[in-house]
């Protein structure tokens, strides 16, 4: 991956968010404080006032649509608190919150001689302008609670008074503020971990951490805010996170069109895709590989589909097979629809052992070689080796990683980074496993988690799509894992465009392919 691009992100790269895991985000924690000296309390009051502007600026609105009406509403806070520095983090919100005239009662879930240092300075403080520390849950209706449980140092399931706390929260009538993370969502998975928060905002610090965009912890942030505390980029000294995600636009990644260029010099596309049973695919996935920005795009598909194909797509060229295209393509694209056929796998064949140009490999082309050991073995000789190595793209969905894995869809669906990481490193490629949370990984041990689309895309032919959309990409992107994270993140625009015009239930996957360039447009354009 380019690396300067994204450390570039430090100087406020609009393009990258970087997100953070449990262990990253506590180096980045003690580098500030220990290597930059910035006190953790500093820190800590930086937070509490984050949260703080998000309660009363709220609340100011609140009070001024209901002063029209003459009504006054109530300032009632809750803050629950555990016993670390999540913990500590509430404490010193409602101290500010008290000394704003909010009515503020204050509930630790944990035992005081249990707390950690900063906690027990916050009790102090706390205490000293008035606070009432409470071992059970006052009773009484509260308007705003703060979930200060758990953050990032949630390390097993919630359960006894965690459980119960987090149960009261969810069955109360009152705006829920999360600090750092809704409680007992895990930072690095997004996983529920016995039971969570469900919460109307979630204020991160410095940071979005992984968990707060992967499902199904998105579904419990409620408006997900990330505030600046003075945790910045020098954090992470020489160690940059691991993973990221895209901010819209990302016009400036996208390859330059050279003003003087050709249909040659925007990309050959050649695609080994289409079976009798399956024209479409071919269809869709040259329609999109042109939309993205291809010169020229030739389908390799039998001869029975090709006036269908010439029908649907008369600017697609049809081949019998890839070898007479071999030498003429730019970037080969192999799998949507292509089927299991003799025919298929000759053609494979001919292109995993007789090419060298980058290569994106999806659908078939995956089930062929995962059905094939000899051929899987072979291709990750190939490209573990310097010499033989290649571009390479894999677009699996979690099934067809199983299969590549030999191992049930529900192991990768548990560890959907690691598989994503492993594949990436043995087959030196940039490999996707898709969802709706889409995780590509690199060889170097990048990832990049997308969060663009919506479930409209869940539709037969989204995958091909996508295939088309990276494959032009890989053409005029040098990085295949560059050409991998922008051509997932455009796919998953242009459902979003669809899904804004045809709706989640009725888009289809042309829908998504028809709505290819008017996303490019709007990055063009510099605006979404
Ligand atoms: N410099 C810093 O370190 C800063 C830290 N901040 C806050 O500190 C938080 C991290 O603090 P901590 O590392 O103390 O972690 P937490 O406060 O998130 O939780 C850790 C505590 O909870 C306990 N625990 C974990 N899971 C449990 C479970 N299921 N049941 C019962 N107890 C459980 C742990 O044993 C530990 O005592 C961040 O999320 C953030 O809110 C912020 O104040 C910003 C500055
Ligand atoms: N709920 C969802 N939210 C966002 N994107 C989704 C969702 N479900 C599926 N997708 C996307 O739709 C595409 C489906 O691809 P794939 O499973 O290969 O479909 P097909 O084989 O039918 O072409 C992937 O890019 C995936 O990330
Ligand atoms: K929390």
Redesign the pocket.
Known sequence: MNKCVLSASGSGHPVVCWLLTAAEM?RC??N??EIFGVP?VV??ER??LSCVDVIVSRQKKLEEQAGQLGLHPKRRVLIAA????????GIAIGRLLLQEGYDVSFYLA?GEE?A?E?LKLQLHTAKAYGAVICDTIPDGEYDIIVD?L??????????GI?REAIEWINAQDAFVLA???PSGIETDTGAV??CAVRADVTVT??FWKRGLLFYPGCKYTGKVICTQ?G?TEDGFLNQTPEAFTFTAPVAELLPARPEDGNKGTFGKVLLLAGSEAMAGAAILCGRSAFYAGSGMVKLSCPTLIHPVIQTALPEAMTADSVEASARWADVIGAGPGLSLSDRARKELLFVLQQTLQPLVLDADAINLIAKDEALLQELIEHQQNPATRRKLILTPHPGELARLEGCAIEEILKQPVFYAKKWANRLQAAVLCKGARSIAASPDGSIYINRSGNSGMAVAGSGDVLTGIVTALLSTIDDPFWALCIGVYLHGLAGDLAAHTKGEYSMTSNDIAEAVWAVLVKQEKNYV
Not at 82 to 89: T, V
Not at 150 to 159: T, V
Request: a negative charge; hydrophobic letters at 40%; charged letters at 15%.
């Open positions: 506590k924690d003690s500030t404080s953790s820190l800590m937070a509490a555990g016993g670390g520095n999540n913990g500590a983090d944990s249990k950690s900063l200060a758990f953050g990032i140092g949630l390390c097993r399931p919630a359960e965690y600090v750092d993370l971990l016995g610090f410095g505390i945790i």
